[in-house]
């Protein structure tokens, strides 16, 4: 008799933690932030400050050309290529869902010059104030709460300008996206 109320206790038990298990997996599931969808162009706030980089270079007698930005995945695997599988210079070591332009946080710019040509000539100084185009287009780009790809310690990308909201690529591929106070605090 003694062996059945010691076997009853030890089911009744086991089917508590059950059902105790079963609540908490149906807790987290229920309660599980879906990831965001992928975006389809820039983030409206790398957008309108992409725009005052513009703006704000042309009053210095600069013209800045953006000469990419929203990347969908499979555009990025196509660049991803060239150099490898792709006849060209490597320009990229991020597969499609690897870099920030995937997540609508990254444009590239080049400078134009008088005569409409396009360069990305680091040295050129085309409103003849002694200081390179670039580094006040980069200067101000930083004032603007962009992140310059010149200053990263590998693989300098210097036409790269991003805004990562103080999310990790990781963030970024595992759903998550700037919050809309993190938009509007940056923005200020």
């Known amino acids: 008799m003694e062996r059945i109320l010691a076997l009853k206790k030890r089911m009744a038990s ?3 933690i059950i059902s105790l298990i079963v609540a908490v997996i149906f807790y987290v599931q229920s309660n599980k932030q879906k990831p965001a969808p992928m975006p389809t162009g ?40 060239q150099g490898r599988t792709v006849s060209g210079k490597i320009v990229t070591n991020a597969k ?15 400078l ?3 005569s409409g040509k396009i360069i990305w000539d680091m040295h050129y100084d085309g ?10 287009v980069v200067a101000i780009a930083k004032k603007l709460g962009f992140k ?19 999310l990790t690529l ?15 605090a940056d923005s200020k």
Do not use: C
């Not at 310059?148 to 103080?166: A, N, S, T, V």
């Open 14 to 16: 086991l089917a508590f």
């Open 112 to 114: 134009k010059t008088p």
């Open 42 to 81: 820039l983030n409206p706030i790398v957008k309108e400050r992409t725009q005052q980089l513009i703006q704000q270079a042309a009053k210095k007698g600069i013209t800045v050309v953006i000469t990419d930005g929203f990347r969908s995945a499979a555009e990025q695997d196509r660049l991803y290529q």
């Open 127 to 136: 409103n003849k104030n002694g200081i390179p185009d670039w580094d006040e």
């Open 148 to 166: 310059w790809g010149g200053d990263w310690p590998r693989f300098k990308d210097y036409p790269h300008l991003q805004m990562d909201f103080g």
């Open 96 to 110: 499609g869902g690897q870099s920030y332009h995937n997540y609508g946080l990254a444009v590239d710019f080049a």
């Open 170 to 184: 990781a963030d970024l591929q595992h759903g998550k996206r700037p919050k809309e106070s993190a938009i509007t």
